[in-house]
Nanobody
Framework: QVQFVESGGGLVQPGGSLRLSCTIS????????IGWFRQAPGMERREGVS?????????YYPDSVKGRFTISRDNAKNTIYLQMDDLKPEDTAVYYC?????????????????????????WGQGTLVTVSP
């Protein structure tokens, strides 16, 4: 069974940086679409914040994080990363990762997974990021 273990969250001041990690077990990461998602306090739905389409390496970032977040992968370690820079209080959320296959676009990966849940496995525990002075 596919499982996700997210780590790297914590308390950071506005303008600071964090690097999140997600280790996947139960399947090989290679040839998978990958993404990071977040659920802000009090919000019912998750939001896709960074996705990569395996087919062509295309990426999707919503305007709220574009230029500040960078998603990457290490297939040998079965791990995906999210580098977050210039963090803002509105980035405070629990962050989750997910993988899938054959999405039509990176944006579709983000949108569909945020709304329907991971295509493979179920949501992990997530890692809490708190941005506060």
């Amino acid at each position: 069974q596919v499982q996700f273990v997210e780590s790297g969250g914590g308390l950071v001041q506005p303008g600071g940086s964090l690097r999140l990690s997600c280790t996947i077990s139960g399947t090989a990461l290679s040839r998978k679409d990958i993404g990071w998602f977040r659920q802000a306090p009090g919000m019912e739905r998750r939001e896709g914040v960074s996705c990569i389409l395996n087919y062509d390496g295309s990426t999707y970032y919503p305007d709220s994080v574009k230029g500040r977040f960078t998603i990457s992968r290490d297939n040998a370690k079965n791990t995906i990363y999210l580098q977050m820079d210039d963090l803002k209080p509105e980035d405070t959320a629990v962050y989750y990762c997910a993988i899938g296959e054959r999405h039509p676009s990176a944006q579709a990966m983000c949108t569909m997974t945020a709304g329907l849940g991971p295509q493979m496995g179920t949501w992990g525990q997530g890692t809490l990021v708190t941005v506060s002075p």
